[in-house]
């Protein structure tokens, strides 16, 4: 399967640190091939600098999310944040609801997260959202039975959800 240049660097750097695969020049043909077997293996992976996560739904086995940038408030005022590479640039999030394995979810220092569906989610133990500047609406959280480890902060939730079912559901991954 053929993938983008910014996916590929980071599933052949998770694949070489395993040793599944050998290093290669970016230029070399074969690196931004893979196989679904490699793919399959891969379980976790961490974007930094990313313009888009459609291609993620070639991770079958994918259980761990981590989209981070750098903090927002750290950056130089002056600087033109669409031309910032500390900073994730996914304007589309609406393919995490199609990763039904995943299990941990974090999405730290976002500017263009508005909306996140968590409706397929149901395997999701751990959510981390932290200072997301535009994310206002979670869909599916009150839903989650499996969570166990929640933490929320510097979002500017506008939402509403059954915040009683949530605690309901949260308690129940102690069980």
Request: aromatic residues 8%; hydrophobic residues 35%; glycine residues 2%.
């Amino acid at each position: 399967m053929l993938l983008s240049y910014e996916v590929s660097i980071t599933a052949n750097s998770v694949l070489v640190k395993n040793g599944m695969r050998p290093k290669m020049s970016i230029l070399d043909n074969r690196y931004r091939n893979f196989t679904d077997e490699e793919l399959a293996v891969i379980e976790h992976l961490e974007l930094n600098n990313y313009t888009n996560i459609e291609e993620l739904v070639h991770f079958p086995n994918l259980k761990s999310l981590v989209i981070k940038s750098s903090n927002y408030n750290d950056i130089i005022p002056d600087v033109d944040y669409r031309e910032c590479t500390a900073i994730n640039h996914i304007e589309n999030y609406e393919q995490l609801s199609n990763l039904s394995n995943l299990e941990e979810l974090v999405i730290e220092n976002d500017l263009y997260i508005e909306k996140l569906d968590l409706t397929n989610l149901n395997k999701l133990r751990k959510l981390h959202l932290i200072n997301n500047a535009k994310l206002t609406t979670i869909v599916g959280l009150e839903d989650i039975e499996t969570l166990d480890d929640v933490l929320m902060y510097g979002n500017p939730f506008s939402c509403k959800f059954n915040i009683n079912k949530y605690a309901q559901n949260t308690s129940l991954a102690y069980r």
